[in-house]
């Protein structure tokens, strides 16, 4: 599965809200050295109930509009 989000890092709290047929994902990580990246991961890894390592940030690394790629067995 994949799917196009916007991250706001800095957020008061960590959620997902779905706006337009695209999500944004609030993480209260800073942007800094990779910290928001890492706490997508984690926070997608628990939301959907999959493994890190099944999480993947396939394009926009250094952005805030992304392509995250879910692997689902």
Do not use: C, W
């Not at 993480?27 to 493994?51: C, M, Q, S, W, Y």
């Amino acid at each position: 599965m994949r799917l196009n989000l916007r991250v706001i890092p800095n957020a008061k709290q960590n959620k997902i809200i779905e706006e337009n047929g695209r999500y944004k994902v609030y993480l209260t990580a800073p942007a800094i050295e990779g910290r928001a990246n890492a706490a997508l991961i984690d926070f997608l890894a628990e939301h959907f109930k999959v493994k890190r390592r099944q999480v993947k940030i396939i394009h926009g690394e250094k952005s805030r509009d992304k392509l995250i790629e879910i692997l689902l067995k």
